[in-house]
């Protein structure tokens, strides 16, 4: 869920355009999605002082600020492809942790200007399923990565998604979010297909944790911030392309989001698993 880039496949072609955009709105949107998720997500993730960590595909920076709270005395390097996506997240940062130990790269995930074995651990969120080779990337972590270092990756499976009132409109709605991304050359259902991923790009102890969510009445923080401002709102992001490709009819569309906005109401129900994995890059045998 977090853009790898602004521009377009043509120019970076393992990567597709970010089907949500690049508005104030979005950058809102993925804040609210990290800071929501930050406990869920990054709990366990925790970098030793001085250890070289490099977190690829860093968006507006809504997880890098929670990386860096979490590792104070670690050196971070933040790279994205987006220029624009770049500058939010230095400017976020900045504000937060004025102190924080980051350098800031504008590059392509597939050809990295790092020198091999570079890291201690890489990090990646919501990168993956942007990108038409998922597999190849891992790779070319993989070379920047010091033998015995770790790969931390977390993906959301909107396949994951199920719901109280159930609606075969709200499924319809889901389901056109991820056939726009799918058509774009990317997968909203990456999250089930980490450990295959992994270890076809040669990681070694791999280990896949699933991390559910689940918001009713009695979570009104999960209801506001993952319901309503996260997972809702990505879909909506997407009403104007699903029109213009047919996928459904404008009643139809608006009687899907009716029954989304459905489940953050009082009697509502609302589930969604996101996938962490954290792999090896094996020691020369």
Not at 79 to 89: C, K, N, Y
Not at 132 to 150: D, K, N, Q, S, Y
Not at 256 to 277: E, I, M, P, V, W
């Amino acid at each position: 869920m977090t853009p790898p880039a602004e521009t377009a496949a043509t120019a970076y072609t393992g990567h597709v355009d970010y089907v949500h955009g690049y508005s104030a709105h979005e950058t809102r949107r993925l804040g609210d999605q990290a800071d929501t998720l930050a406990e869920l997500l990054h709990a366990d993730t925790a970098y030793p002082a001085g250890s070289r960590v490099l977190e690829a595909g860093c968006g507006v920076g809504a997880q890098t600020v929670h990386l860096i709270g979490a590792s104070p005395g670690a050196h971070f390097t933040a790279v994205d492809i987006s220029a624009t996506s770049l500058a939010r997240a230095r400017a976020r940062v900045t504000a937060e942790f004025p102190a924080a130990r980051v350098t800031w790269h504008q590059a392509d995930l597939f050809e990295l200007p790092f020198k091999d074995a570079e890291f201690d651990h890489v990090f990646v969120c919501f990168v993956l399923e942007h990108l038409v080779a998922p597999g190849e990337a891992l790779m070319a972590l993989r070379r920047v990565l010091r033998p015995g270092g770790t790969l931390t990756v977390i993906e959301g499976d909107h396949g994951s998604a199920f719901f109280h009132p159930d609606s075969a409109y709200a499924h319809a709605a889901i389901d056109c979010q991820v056939r726009l991304q799918h058509t774009a050359g990317g997968n909203a259902l990456v999250g089930r297909q980490l450990h295959p991923l992994l270890s076809a790009a040669g990681y070694e102890r791999i280990a896949v944790r699933p991390r559910p969510v689940y918001a009713d009445r009695s979570h009104p923080a999960l209801v506001d911030g993952f319901t309503r401002n996260t997972f809702i709102a990505m879909i909506e992001s997407v009403r104007e392309d699903a029109q213009s490709a047919g996928l459904m009819s404008p009643a139809d569309w608006d009687r899907g989001l009716a029954d989304l906005h459905r489940t953050a109401d009082d009697d509502g129900t609302f589930h969604y698993t996101f996938f962490k994995a954290v792999a090896v890059n094996p020691r020369p045998s």
